[in-house]
T-cell receptor
Framework: GQQVMQIPQYQHVQEGEDFTTYCNSSTTLSNIQWYKQRPGGHPVFLIQLVKSGEVKKQKRLTFQFGEAKKNSSLHITATQTTDVGTYFCAGPGGATNKLIFGTGTLLAVQP | DTAVSQTPKYLVTQMGNDKSIKCEQNLGHDTMYWYKQDSKKFLKIMFSYNNKELIINETVPNRFSPKSPDKAHLNLHINSLELGDSAVYFC??????????????FGEGSRLTVL
């Protein structure tokens, strides 16, 4: 079945350093979504990318959808302690286009 | 007002018991979901309902039975609980299931611990 993998599984950075998580799907995606889950919290939608090669920015966060629409990345510039959490990508798959979540990347930020 | 609310937030129970989790959304969405998040944080879809009709039923033991009395509510009943059922169960909703899932709004989760 379709798989959505993310690397790294875990990253520990010093506050102010940059961070990137990569998302790879085994199949082409019509769109990709990104979610953030704070420790003890629930996933919260960040953004959706639809077009091949699309790049979107939200303040210090930059999201990119690959040209082949099989991969995506999230880059955070100058991390802050408020960025702590697990970042998930998610894409539709299967006959019902259900949203399949990636394996997640846990970001820890040391002040 | 909480957009997607689920109760209870915490459930601790013995193996073999039956338990239910309730979910309500006040967003006017057509589609609701149950996701399971295990100890490794993997989020896996279990069920999805569109306007009270079951549209996604993943490979889930038939001890799990969802029910949607109306499009604003989706409940999950679990029979004969097993240790492996321990997880956080998230309810979610989205605007419309027209072949492409839109943004999901998640509830705060129900942490189930089976002893």
């Amino acid at each position: 079945g379709q798989q959505v993998m993310q690397i790294p599984q875990y990253q520990h950075v010093q506050e102010g350093e940059d961070f990137t998580t990569y998302c790879n799907s085994s199949t082409t995606l019509s769109n990709i979504q990104w979610y953030k889950q704070r420790p003890g919290g629930h996933p919260v939608f960040l953004i959706q990318l639809v077009k091949s090669g699309e790049v979107k920015k939200q303040k210090r966060l930059t999201f990119q959808f690959g040209e082949a629409k099989k991969n995506s990345s999230l880059h955070i510039t100058a991390t802050q302690t408020t960025d702590v959490g697990t970042y998930f990508c998610a894409g539709p798959g299967g006959a019902t286009n259900k949203l399949i979540f990636g394996t997640g990347t846990l970001l820890a930020v040391q002040p | 007002d909480t957009a997607v609310s689920q109760t209870p937030k915490y459930l601790v129970t013995q193996m073999g018991n039956d338990k239910s989790i309730k979910c309500e959304q006040n967003l006017g969405h057509d589609t609701m979901y149950w996701y399971k998040q295990d100890s490794k944080k993997f989020l896996k879809i279990m069920f999805s309902y569109n306007n009270k009709e079951l549209i996604i039923n993943e490979t889930v033991p038939n001890r799990f039975s969802p029910k949607s009395p109306d499009k604003a509510h989706l409940n999950l009943h679990i029979n004969s609980l097993e240790l492996g059922d321990s997880a956080v169960y998230f309810c979610a909703s989205s605007q419309d299931f027209t072949g492409v899932t839109g943004e999901l709004f998640f509830g705060e989760g129900s942490r189930l611990t089976v002893l």
